[in-house]
């Protein structure tokens, strides 16, 4: 299979349905699933991650996850290698990889390409997203014509992801993207990608959030966290952190009550939800889907078309 057709990306914020509509395309093609979850690449970090079920699993093969003990870093820069080595395997078996996730940070690593860095730095990422609000995107793309006019050249202003991330380079490794490219340090996309995101009604994502950790919690949440406590990963549990995890561990600690934990997974959830809907929302050519039914019949098409084209 040839990979001149887009690599569907299923996208979106946490509970709107993502590993539920790979499944079910699985009923009718093949494919295969390369997770983007910066959660799910953790082992025993089961129930708070939404891992998929064992009985999904008969029903479609999941990479990139279990790949790491609790504690242990993945960098972006790694999940892409691992992502298009495992890309490149379902294409050569003939099947159709589906990559499945709402972390942005690993999607844009895999669609955008990436640079190795000793660690990420959210505030500058962060900062750069609220000066582009406040002072505009043509400002800001003239701050990167002065810094790098060769990448500036490449990107429209309104393009905030790229201007954005070419400007977070700069400060984290004080070198210009172009100067990465050039001398090799900054590894670019391998294959070419088109987004599809998943957006329900805000009303219902919040619904839907706060009834599935009400059922992590029948499932074990609490369980599994002092299982892990009692094999002396507290500390790593922290070093994560995973929502559901530490707001636990805090109750454990006797910080707050179960109920208030409870209560703080569902808001923290709530408000991931919301930075991971505000991060697909700025990204080019992102087909959105507010409808839930609509996803599978587009995508179906989509897939069906790859399969057609490239088999």
Partial sequence: ??????????????????TGLAVRLAERFPVEVVSADSRQVFRRLNIGTAKPTAEECNKV?????????????YTAFRFMEDANRAIGEILARGAV??????????????????V????????IRERLESEMDELGPEAMHRRLATIDPVEAATVHPNNRVRVIR???LFELTGKCKSELVETGAYKKAEHVFEYHCLVPDRELLYERINHRVDQMMDDGL?????????????????????????ELLDYLDGDRGLDEAVSLIKQNSRRYAKRQFTWFRHQADCIFYSDPEAAPGALTGIVGERLRKNL
């Fill in 166 to 168: 070419a400007l977070e």
């Fill in 61 to 73: 093969r999941f990479h990139l996850v279990d790949m790491m003990e609790p504690g242990e870093r």
């Fill in 97 to 114: 990889p589906l990559v499945v996730g709402g972390t942005g940070l690993y999607l844009r690593a895999l669609t955008d390409g990436v």
């Fill in 1 to 18: 299979m040839s990979d001149a057709f887009p690599i569907p990306i299923i996208c979106g914020p946490t509970a709107s349905g993502k």
């Fill in 116 to 123: 190795e860095i000793a660690k990420d730095d959210m505030a």
């Fill in 222 to 246: 609490l369980a599994e966290v002092e299982n892990l406590v009692a094999e002396g990963r507290a500390e790593a549990l922290r070093r994560v952190p995973v929502i559901g995890y530490s």
